[in-house]
Each structure stands twice: as C-alpha cells, then as structure tokens.
C-alpha cells in the first residue's frame, strides 16, 4: 500500500485537533460534516475510511467515558508506547502474521512497549552532552 502523502497527515491531524476543540454544537456539526466531506477516498479503503470517521466523530460528541482503572493503565501504556509500537511492529508483525497473526500483533505490541521502557530510561539516565546539567534546565 503506498504511504499516505503528507498533505493528508496535516489534514488529518488538523481534523483530531478541531475535533478536540469544537465546544459547541455549530462546532461540532461542522467538524462532523468535515470529516464525512474529506475522509472518503483518502485510502481507497472504504471501511478504513469509515472507522477513521467514527473515530472522529467520537471525538467530536463523546467528551467523557465510563471506564475502569484497569483498562485506563493499560490504555494509557499503549498510548505511551504508540510511537515505538509502530516503529518496531515493521520488524516483528510480518515475520509471525501469516501462521500466527494474533500472536504476532500481540508480540508486536510488547516489543513496542519494551522498546519505549528502555528507551524512555536511556533518555533519562543520558545526561546532555551538549549542555552542562545547569545550561541544559535554562539556566545561565
């Protein structure tokens, strides 16, 4: 599948970020329309497109969500790990997803996960080499 160009990663960042902000019902509505103006045809995929359009406007009308704070940990671990997640699942989905497909997203996941622990813990324990520690926290 060839990659999504640039111009619609902005659109549709603009579009989470609008979907975010909308407050009032005119808001809303017109974020709502925006979506389901634009979105079709973006992938060529039409259930791709229609999750991405629920998914805004779920953004757009549910503010708030009952949930438990199990389910709000482990959320909150996989947004966290997201980036490195998409960066390593390259490496690890296609070599299991033929035979094992949930075992290989599953794998996928936690060497994502892994990856971002030991990577947020080098950033951490590194100190700049740049900047001493003082000129590093702002100060001269």
Do not use: C
């Not at 989470?16 to 017109?30: D, Y």
């Not at 497109?49 to 009308?61: K, M």
């Amino acid at each position: 599948m060839p990659g999504l160009p640039l111009w619609a990663v902005f659109w549709l960042f603009a579009m989470g970020w609008a979907a975010a902000k909308a407050t009032t019902v005119r808001q809303r509505l017109l974020v709502t329309a925006a979506a389901v103006a634009t979105v079709p045809g973006l992938f060529g995929q039409p259930a791709r497109e229609a999750v991405i359009i629920g998914g805004l406007a779920l953004l757009v009308w549910v503010r708030n969500l009952p949930s438990l704070a199990s389910v709000n940990r482990v959320a909150g671990v996989l947004a966290g790990s997201s980036l490195y997640i998409y960066v390593t699942h390259w490496q690890v989905f296609p070599r299991l997803e033929d035979q094992f497909a949930v075992v290989s997203m599953i794998v996928s996941l936690v060497v994502g996960i892994a990856y971002a622990a030991v990577a947020t813990r080098v950033m951490r324990w590194r100190p700049s080499r740049r900047f001493g520690r003082k000129e590093a926290a702002g100060k001269h």
